[in-house]
T-cell receptor, first 111, second 115 residues
Framework: DAKTTQPPSMDCAEGRAANLPCNHS???????VYWYRQIHSQGPQYIIH???NNETNEMASLIITEDRKSSTLILPHATLRDTAVYYC????????????FGSGTKLNVKP | NAGVTQTPKFQVLKTGQSMTLQCAQD?????MYWYRQDPGMGLRLIYY???????DKGEVPNGYNVSRLNKREFSLRLESAAPSQTSVYFC??????????????FGEGSWLTVV
């Protein structure tokens, strides 16, 4: 199973871009990279996912390196409401639909 | 537009008592999951059900049983609760097949305290 490595915490100034890195050096060719976040102790919320190409939606952008061994989630204009734990998850394709969460990155957006 | 609904939201149990956490989804998803989250930690998979009538163990299945009652409902049972099972429990669901890249949707959590 591909594992992910994320920094335990990061700070970001309100209004600035937040760039959250994730290392997944053992990712397989048909495994997706997913990003979720968890605000306080609510249920995790889907943000974005990708396979090879960079992706963008109304919440964030996902940049995946060409070798797919790492990725970066970008929140273009962070707000205080973006303070949360962000999880980078690699979909374990061959083990039927299991999502394994690590410890994530606690993003602190400061005024 | 309920999504994934869990009950109860809060529960206090005495050691040795049993209880069942209920989960239902209204998105016609094939797969359902139960996770637990201990303070300051990420989510860990307890059990999952790939489809109606099937269940399988996740990372931390000991002390739990599950039932996939029908396509909508997936329950988690603690037969003899222990303080180590104090945690927040999340139910989730997703649509398959795996190649689609579909996402997983979570309920709001059930806070369980075992004293």
């Amino acid at each position: 199973d591909a594992k992910t490595t994320q920094p335990p915490s990061m700070d970001c100034a309100e209004g600035r871009a937040a760039n959250l890195p994730c290392n997944h050096s053992t990712i397989s060719g048909n495994e997706y990279v997913y990003w979720y976040r968890q605000i306080h102790s609510q249920g995790p919320q889907y943000i974005i996912h990708g396979l090879k190409n960079n992706e963008t939606n109304e919440m964030a952008s996902l940049i995946i390196t060409e070798d797919r061994k790492s990725s970066t989630l970008i929140l273009p204009h962070a707000t205080l409401r973006d303070t949360a734990v962000y999880y980078c998850i690699v979909r374990v394709f061959y083990n039927f639909n299991k999502f394994y969460f690590g410890s994530g990155t606690k993003l602190n957006v400061k005024p | 537009n309920a999504g994934v609904t869990q009950t109860p939201k809060f529960q206090v149990l005495k050691t040795g008592q049993s209880m069942t956490l209920q989960c239902a989804q209204d998105m016609n998803h094939n797969s359902m999951y139960w996770y637990r989250q201990d303070p300051g930690m990420g989510l860990r998979l307890i059990y999952y059900s790939a489809s109606e009538g099937t269940t399988d163990k996740g990372e931390v299945p000991n002390g739990y049983n599950v039932s996939r009652l029908n396509k909508r409902e997936f329950s988690l049972r603690l037969e003899s609760a222990a303080p180590s099972q104090t945690s927040v429990y999340f139910c989730a669901s997703s649509r398959e097949p795996p190649s689609s890249g579909n996402t997983i949707y979570f309920g709001e959590g059930s806070w369980l305290t075992v004293v």
